[in-house]
């Protein structure tokens, strides 16, 4: 089955950036979606389409795609984006079949 | 504003069956694809399956096919999800997320499975 893979922990200073890579073997041909997950609440779309930005969404978080690897960049990390972080994405099969990362958390201390 | 309204809590015996429910209100239901996701106790999202509520077409993750049953009321603007043959693995917070994007979600459904 298809399979999406992130680190299990990214630690960076506040007001540093951080980087959460997700790769796939379908990722050039599909999209990346990227959730933020705080302790004891429901995910939040962070980003869709492997570099959309939702309302609401701070514009420090920003998403890029190149070949088999999605990247989610959150340029001068605060301390209130510590989370759980997931990606997500279909496989190459075209029936709508999706898959989640297993999760990065990101620390900002 | 668009919401997600899922059903309480539910303790279910091994071998049973739960079904939760995800109601949605503040946009057309039926524009929108819904997926079924689930969290086990400190773990990572699962992605369960998705509906189209248009024409109640589906397709479910591998590990649940045939234990999965994904539906919906259009005059209701709710979705369904049935597990069958519960068993303790499949303790977890389930959530309904709307759209392509996943862009709006429930708050979640805990589905506790104990003898």
């Known amino acids: 089955s298809y399979e999406l893979t992130q680190p299990p922990s990214v630690s960076v200073s506040p007001g540093q950036t951080a980087r959460i890579t997700c790769s796939g073997d379908?990722?050039?041909?599909?999209?990346a979606y990227w959730y933020q997950q705080k302790s004891g609440q429901a995910p939040v779309l962070v980003i869709y389409?492997?570099?959309k930005r939702p309302s609401g969404i701070p514009e420090r978080f920003s998403g890029s795609s190149s070949g088999t690897m999605a990247t989610l960049t959150i340029s001068g990390a605060q301390v209130e984006d510590e989370a759980d972080y997931y990606c997500?994405?279909?496989?190459?099969?075209?029936?709508?079949?999706?898959?989640f990362g297993g999760g990065t958390k990101l620390t900002v201390l | 504003q668009v919401q997600l309204v899922q059903s309480g809590a539910e303790v279910k015996k091994p071998g049973a069956s739960v079904k939760v429910s995800c109601k949605a209100s503040?946009?057309?239901?039926?524009?929108?694809?819904m997926h079924w996701v689930r969290q086990a106790p400190g773990q990572g999202l699962e992605w369960m399956g998705i509906?189209?509520?248009?024409?109640?077409?589906?397709s479910y993750a591998q590990k649940f096919q045939g234990r999965v049953t994904m539906t919906r009321d259009t005059s209701t603007s709710t979705v369904y999800m049935e597990l069958s043959s519960l068993r303790s693995e499949d303790t977890a917070v389930y959530y309904c997320?709307?759209?392509?994007?996943?862009?709006?979600w429930g708050k979640g459904t805990t589905v506790t499975v104990s003898s």
């Open positions: 379908a990722l050039p041909k599909k999209y």
């Open positions: 997320a709307r759209g392509d994007y996943m862009d709006v």
């Open positions: 509906i189209n509520p248009s024409g109640g077409s589906t």
């Open positions: 997500y994405s279909t496989d190459s099969s075209g029936n709508l079949s999706g898959v």
């Open positions: 389409e492997d570099s």
């Open positions: 503040g946009y057309t239901f039926t524009s929108y694809y």
